[in-house]
Every structure is written in structure tokens, then in C-alpha cells.
């Protein structure tokens, strides 16, 4: 099992760069991939960005793809979502996620964080 915790959410102006982070616990957190979905007040929680547990390859939803990076760090046990030319389109909870496999899926990732807001303003 693998807890995960994020943080760096917060009120950002549009343009603007924020930087996720979410610091797994447990010493397989190397093992999994790990996921960004985001949920907006009334909407679908959706894929924003997934890594393999390497690292060596990730893949970002067209949205985002241009202005967001996923990374990792796997001795820190860290999973990061740089985030930059904010939109407000781009508001919403922002939930880190591990899993076994990599998927674009919700359904696909077993383990949560508890999410972290980010509102961009216009």
C-alpha cells in the first residue's frame, strides 16, 4: 500500500504557474504509476497527466499537454505536476494517484490522495 499526500494548491492568477506535489509513503512507491486527475465543482473527476514508475515515459491529456509537466522523483518519493499559463478552465481539486497499471482511467488507479485545490482567476 502507498498513502499519498499533496500539496502546493492554492489562488493563482491567470498565466500564472503552480507546482504539485505529492509525497507518497511507503517504500514501494517506485513500483507504481502515479497519476494527476482533477475535478471541477459539478463535473467528472478527469485524467490530467500519468508517469511510469520509472519515470522514463509520460503522457498528458491534449488540454494540458502543452503546459503541464509530470514528473517524479522516486528517492524522494515524489510525484510533481508543474503547471504553468494557468487558465481558469484549469480550476478544480487536484488529486494525485498511484496504481498498477497505466491507465487514463479513475477506475484503473487503487490508491488516493486527498486533493488539493487550485482557483485560477481571470
Known amino acids: 500500500q502507498v498513502q499519498l499526500v499533496e500539496s502546493g494548491g492554492g489562488l493563482v492568477q491567470a498565466g500564472g504557474s503552480v507546482r504539485l506535489s505529492c509525497e507518497g509513503s511507503g517504500r514501494t512507491f517506485s513500483s507504481y504509476t502515479m497519476g494527476w486527475f482533477r475535478q471541477a465543482p459539478g463535473k467528472e473527476r478527469e485524467f490530467v497527466a500519468a508517469?511510469?514508475?520509472?519515470?522514463?515515459?509520460?503522457y498528458s491529456t491534449a488540454s494540458v499537454k502543452a503546459r503541464f509537466t509530470i514528473s517524479r522523483d522516486n528517492v524522494k518519493n515524489t510525484l510533481y505536476l508543474q503547471m504553468n499559463t494557468l487558465k481558469p478552465e484549469d480550476t478544480a481539486v487536484y488529486y494525485c494517484t498511484a496504481g498498477n497499471v497505466f491507465s487514463i482511467r479513475a477506475r484503473d488507479y487503487a490508491y488516493w490522495g486527498q486533493g488539493t485545490q487550485v482557483t485560477v482567476s481571470s
Open positions: 508517469i511510469y514508475s520509472s519515470g522514463t515515459s509520460a
